[in-house]
């Protein structure tokens, strides 16, 4: 032992333990840490998942709607979000709004001076089957000859 320490460590503990203050203290101590662990192990609610725009613009098209959006993305990468922003904000403040067919979007971008083109067919039923027109020709000529 070093000279002039002749204080007994047991003696000192049971002095500190004594005081009512410093068990207190010690017990609020306790009881924070124990509410910062139940916080920290607490499962967290999920948070709710916000759609993006072109998601809910989506969710109101039908009638080859997507189709003619993945075209106006692909002719006007910049000017198709700023469209699809607004007419997301326009469908997020109207929940009741109808849906928006694939003619009915290819107008609005025509309106705004975004023009493009689709590839289109005209498909005939034939024995239960849709068939190309422009196949259907080919097999009437090579049928009568």
Request: charged share 30%; net charge positive; hydrophobic share 35%.
């Amino acid at each position: 032992m070093r000279k002039g320490f002749n204080c007994n460590c047991e003696a000192l503990l049971s002095i500190l333990e004594d005081d009512s203050e410093l068990s207190r203290i010690n017990a609020r101590k306790m009881a924070d840490l124990k509410r910062r662990i139940e916080i920290a192990t607490a499962p967290k609610p999920p948070t709710p998942k916000v759609k993006t725009s072109k998601e809910v613009v989506m969710a109101k098209l039908y009638d080859r709607g997507d189709e003619v959006l993945n075209t106006a993305y692909s002719y006007y990468p910049k000017e198709t979000p700023i469209v699809v922003d607004h007419l997301a904000t326009y469908l997020r403040q109207n929940p009741q709004t109808e849906k928006i067919s694939g003619g009915e979007l290819l107008s609005i971008f025509r309106t705004i001076g975004l023009r493009f083109s689709l590839k289109t067919s005209i498909k005939v039923q034939e024995k239960g089957k849709f068939i190309d027109l422009a196949d259907k020709f080919k097999l009437k000529k090579e049928e009568a000859p």
